[in-house]
């Protein structure tokens, strides 16, 4: 599987002076309820339009009209302004929920694709962020590292609900563990794979998820 390929990413140090703003221009603006929900907003049409080198603290301090500053007191750091887009994008694809909804639906062998399909469809619209952010963990922002980190783990714990319940119902294929298959259905599924599949080889979406769909059913499942 090819890696991401490498980001432009900015330094999150917060400066010692911004031109034109103080401190207390940027507290006031934090003060601001919808603040921070314009400026995720912002920075998701700046992705959806120029891709993931959009997420400069210094360009999107410009659009917002704020300073950067602000941008520090409210994310922290360009870790954090990412962690806090793809949240949002959490929030509003409520992709959690539906992804437990689907591994509840039905028989463990019946719910697997729908399982990888709620999945795949939310995979999309987070993507530019997620290379993003596995750039700049790449690139050794720890924060960034430890926060994707948690993230894969929790997708991980979904799928290893998952081929947990297929070892229970028999629908797991030997030698295949419920730890092993979860490892690799979170391989076969990762943004490097969509990476690779969509990004660079051209390939249609619908066409990389049925064929990834189509090989975990074979490779993971007893005939049944």
Known sequence: MRAVRSTRVVAAKAPEAD?????????????????????????WEGVASQGDDALSLVALARRAGVSRQ??????GSRAGLLLAMVAQRDAQSQVGPRLARARAAGAPREVL????RVWFDYLPQVFPVARALIA????GDSDARTAWDSRMALLRAGLLQLTQALADSGALRPPWT???????????????????????????????????????????????
């Open 19 to 43: 031109q034109g703003a103080s401190a207390a221009s940027a507290a006031s603006a934090v003060a601001v309820p919808d603040t921070r929900q314009r400026i995720l907003q912002l920075a």
């Open 70 to 75: 602000t941008l520090y007191l409210l994310f």
């Open 136 to 139: 700049t963990a790449s690139a």
């Open 178 to 224: 419920p730890a092993a298959a979860a490892d690799w259905i979170v391989s076969q599924t990762h943004v490097d794979a969509w990476q690779h599949l969509v990004v660079e080889a051209g390939w249609p979406p619908e066409q990389a998820i049925d064929r990834v769909l189509d090989t975990l059913h074979d490779t993971l499942l007893t005939r049944g």
């Open 113 to 116: 694709a729908p399982y990888l």
